[in-house]
């Protein structure tokens, strides 16, 4: 189809789009590119109207309009997916020609995400679900049970027959089965929003979160947001929680383990957005798996096979940014006697991940803004364009938007680089997860470091270690849960039972005491409400601090907004209670590197401090 066959469309939107900034809406215009299937150069914004026709015209290829017309026609529950955040209505045709501006108008049944939400063939209803964490047979960690009608009322029943736990890829379903186990059941019912677990008089001991109780006891919805950890007879683990099945995708590539609602919501986004073209920004916390994520879009789409090539922004110095990511030719500066390819030729035809990319120097920033907005390179020394074909992939952990405001990074490059944006989940939101993440990791190590490759040849995991291992708040993440697990293998040697290293029982200890809830339904609420009124800042102790604090990864304003408190406040409160990073001594900060075997964010998080407030402290004092 030539060029030249244009469309204008008007979004009508719910909210005024006037109020929407530029990077808002060179997101929605990404999302209608990425939705339509076509490059987001070729979608331009023509007009806004805001206040009471809340339009925003664009122009697009005509079959993109067609695509993005007939989801709207056919209620397609996807589009709202898609371009959720933006509360769009409906949408119009305007003209089939850009040349001709005038033309009959096709107006649309108005269709409101709520609509499309609230079919019963779309709507997707959590339930609540059971996922073995720990069991005497290891092959069982990850099965998972779900229970759809204890959300409608009806009672479950919990003992070594039922219910049967399964695979969530699939497979056989079978009971607990371990003889521990009473047949006589536990009995979960609905209590308003949160769940009762009645004892019945099973002979089967129960703790729940740490806590062993003989009578009925109720969870609140905090508390099963987050998740309850129950330990039967001391020796099967179990996390009660809340799941929202998702649509199944493939399940074995790019590296990428875990069934969690998380998780699988990630892959449904990878393999929504892998054969488009455009970049992709991928954000999350450090350790969460940015460059598996980035592998997995290379390996699902049709550049699979072709080179990816990954690269450490942050890393490349300003004075050989252009050689290092265009290459250079002989004689362009000293000591380069021959051709040199950079990062982007070296990813010709495949992808190109640009790691760290809040870090990038502001040279390197013009440099990759140039290259986005052409498609072409220039060599060091050379005077010659080249035509570059790869799919740029950019991670950070950094927030870009306030960076930009700040002004040490360029608002048209985050522009450019979040033509689709991708939020990778940190471990804490995905616990049912972690006993999948444990044994994956366990059996790879016990194949390289000790030449086994079953899961019989496995040591005994104690129910103790287990529940360590849920109880804490994984700030460096799956890295970190990584490294730990190489830690508990060497340390444990050929033993036949997992032990902990005394410096890596001492850090799970840590945050155990503070995602524990035992209050009854309707009780505290969690860590992530946030007070409807501000506080004072007397009302908050040090206690409560310390918790915000390691929720929010010691960051000032997601801390400050759960406590209600302003930033001001809450730099008083931490320096009321709280060690500040400024006097951080050489010695200690190297030996917390040392025991989190380098991982900056899981050192920060035992020092009590904020990872840009150590990275600071540590060039001070020369590391």
Same mark, same amino acid.
């Given at each position: 189809m030539s060029p030249e066959q244009k469309a204008i469309v008007d979004l009508i939107v719910a909210i005024d789009p006037d109020e929407m900034n530029a990077l808002q809406r060179m997101r929605l215009v990404s999302m209608v590119a990425a939705y339509a299937g076509v490059d987001f150069d070729e979608v331009r914004v023509e007009k806004v109207e805001p206040a009471n026709s809340s339009r925003i015209r664009l122009s697009l290829p005509k079959r993109a309009a067609d695509s993005l017309i007939r989801g709207f026609r056919n209620s397609d529950p996807s589009l709202h997916q898609f371009l959720e955040g933006f509360e769009l209505l409906g949408a119009q045709v305007v003209s089939q020609n850009a040349e001709s501006r005038e033309g009959s108008s096709s107006r649309l049944k108005a269709t409101t995400r709520s609509d499309i939400h609230s079919r019963p063939a779309t709507r997707k209803n959590s339930v609540m679900a059971l996922t073995i964490i720990g069991h005497p047979d290891p092959a069982r960690v990850g099965d998972r049970a779900?229970? =759809?009608?204890?959300?409608?009322?009806?009672?479950?029943?919990?003992?070594?027959?039922?219910?049967?736990?399964?695979?969530?890829?699939?497979?056989?379903?079978?009971?607990?089965?371990?003889?521990r186990l009473s047949r006589r059941p536990f009995v979960f019912s609905r209590s308003g929003d949160g769940i009762i677990i009645n004892p019945s008089g099973s002979p089967t001991t129960i703790r729940a979160d740490g806590k062993d109780f003989a009578n009925p006891l109720g969870f609140s919805e905090p508390q099963l947001r987050h998740g309850v950890v129950l330990v039967l007879a001391d020796c099967v683990v179990l996390l009660l929680h809340h #799941?929202? *099945?998702?649509?199944?995708?493939?399940?074995?590539?790019?590296?990428?383990?875990?069934?969690?609602?998380?998780? &699988?919501?990630?892959?449904?986004?990878? #393999?929504?957005?892998?054969?488009?073209?455009?970049?992709?920004?991928?954000?999350?916390?450090?350790?969460?798996?940015?460059?598996?994520?980035?592998?997995?879009?290379?390996?699902?789409? *049709?550049?699979?096979?072709? =080179?990816?090539?990954?690269?450490?922004?942050?890393?490349?110095?300003?004075?050989?940014?252009?050689?290092?990511?265009?290459?250079?030719?002989?004689?362009?500066?000293?000591?380069?006697?021959? !051709?040199?390819?950079?990062?982007?030729?070296?990813?010709?035809?495949?992808?190109?991940?640009? !790691?760290?990319?809040?870090?990038?120097?502001p040279e390197v920033q013009v440099s990759l803004l140039r290259v986005l907005e052409t498609g072409q390179v220039q060599r060091l020394g050379s005077g010659a364009l080249e035509e570059i074909d790869v799919r740029v992939t950019a991670a950070t952990h950094v927030d870009l938007e306030a960076a930009a405001a700040a002004g040490t990074f360029r608002l048209s490059l985050l522009q450019r680089l979040a033509a689709y944006e991708i939020e990778l =989940? =940190?471990?804490?939101?995905?616990?049912?997860?972690?006993?999948?993440? #444990?044994?994956?990791?366990?059996?790879?190590?016990?194949?390289?470091? &000790?030449?086994?490759?079953?899961?019989e040849s496995l040591p005994r995991i104690p129910t103790e270690l287990t529940t360590q291992l849920l109880a804490y708040n994984w700030p460096g993440n799956i890295r970190e849960l990584r490294n730990a697990v190489t830690q508990i293998v060497l340390h444990s040697g050929g033993e036949q039972e997992l032990t902990l290293p005394p410096r890596l029982e001492r850090r799970l200890a840590m945050t155990a005491n503070d995602i524990r809830y035992f209050d009854e339904i309707g009780g505290t609420p969690g860590l992530d409400s946030v007070p409807s009124?501000?506080?004072?800042?007397?009302?908050?102790?040090?206690?409560? &601090? &310390?918790?915000?604090?390691?929720?929010?990864?010691?960051?000032?304003?997601?801390?400050?907004?759960?406590?209600?408190?302003?930033?001001?406040?809450?730099?008083?409160?931490?320096?009321?209670?709280?060690? *500040?990073?400024?006097?951080?001594?050489r010695e200690e900060i190297l030996e917390v590197l040392t025991s989190c075997d380098g991982d900056l964010s899981a050192a920060a998080s035992m020092l009590h401090v904020s990872r840009k407030a150590l990275k600071h402290r540590m060039m001070k004092v020369g590391l």
């Open positions: 779900t229970f =759809p009608s204890l959300v409608s009322g009806n009672s479950v029943l919990l003992s070594r027959e039922e219910p049967r736990f399964g695979p969530p890829s699939g497979g056989a379903v079978r009971p607990l089965g371990d003889a #799941f929202v *099945p998702v649509a199944s995708r493939p399940r074995s590539f790019g590296g990428l383990v875990g069934e969690s609602e998380a998780m &699988l919501r990630l892959r449904d986004e990878i #393999f929504r957005v892998a054969n488009l073209n455009f970049p992709v920004l991928l954000r999350g916390e450090t350790g969460t798996g940015k460059e598996l994520v980035a592998r997995a879009l290379h390996e699902a789409g *049709p550049r699979a096979g072709k =080179p990816f090539v990954s690269v450490n922004v942050g890393a490349i110095p300003r004075e050989l940014a252009s050689s290092e990511l265009f290459g250079s030719v002989r004689g362009a500066f000293t000591g380069v006697t021959s !051709d040199r390819r950079g990062h982007f030729q070296r990813a010709q035809g495949g992808s190109l991940f640009l !790691d760290e990319i809040g870090d990038a120097t =989940p =940190p471990l804490r939101e995905r616990r049912d997860d972690i006993g999948r993440l #444990f044994m994956y990791f366990l059996a790879a190590d016990f194949r390289e470091l &000790l030449q086994q490759d079953s899961f009124a501000p506080r004072h800042i007397d009302e908050v102790g040090e206690e409560e &601090l &310390l918790a915000a604090l390691k929720a929010h990864g010691w960051r000032i304003r997601p801390t400050a907004k759960a406590l209600g408190v302003s930033r001001v406040s809450l730099y008083s409160l931490i320096s009321k209670y709280r060690r *500040p990073a400024a006097e951080l001594r």
